[in-house]
């Protein structure tokens, strides 16, 4: 009874913690732009940097290059980000991080921070696709963080 009372605690707290997060399933679009924050705590530009950067976060450095970024082999299949903060506000930097299909229609940048509407072939071939309870490939805050990061890469 003990153990039961406090991982209820534990969840409870960690609950808590969240309520003010946008859940992937709730993220409101004005157009292809979000305007509210997903989490509603102001974003870390530092932070962001690593999201860009991580291989096991964003990756977002695989596909696109920012001059001022020293790392080894930057992808260059989608557009350089040097100057994003001065093309996008950070409405629009959230949508498409949030989901890139809404601005860019046929990409193949990942929607970072949506759960549904994907397609499943494994499941007809094989009954082995893995189900549909995974989560977003990045964090709500997470977002936030790169938004940060992006708007301060100005021309």
């Known amino acids: 009874m003990r ?8 969840a409870l707290c960690a609950g808590a ?16 732009a979000v305007e509210a924050s997903l989490t509603g705590v102001a974003g870390n530009a530092d932070e962001g940097m690593k999201v860009y950067s991580s291989k096991k976060m964003g ?6 290059q920012i001059s001022s970024v020293d790392a080894p082999f930057p992808g260059n299949v989608g557009p350089s980000l040097d100057g994003v903060g001065d093309r996008w506000n950070v409405a629009e930097l959230r949508g ?11 990409t193949v940048m990942p929607a970072y921070y949506r759960v549904d509407g994907f397609i499943r072939p494994g499941n007809r071939y094989t009954g082995k696709a893995a189900d549909d309870t995974f989560g977003p490939l990045l964090e709500a805050q997470q977002i936030e963080d790169l938004v940060a990061f992006l708007s301060t890469l100005k021309e």
Request: hydrophobic share 45%.
């Open 59 to 64: 990756n977002c450095i695989a596909c696109h």
């Open 96 to 106: 498409i991080l949030v989901n890139s299909k809404m601005t860019f229609e046929g």
């Open 3 to 10: 153990f039961t009372t406090l991982t209820l605690a534990a």
């Open 17 to 32: 913690a969240t309520a003010s997060e946008v859940a992937p399933g709730d993220v409101v679009f004005n157009g292809s």
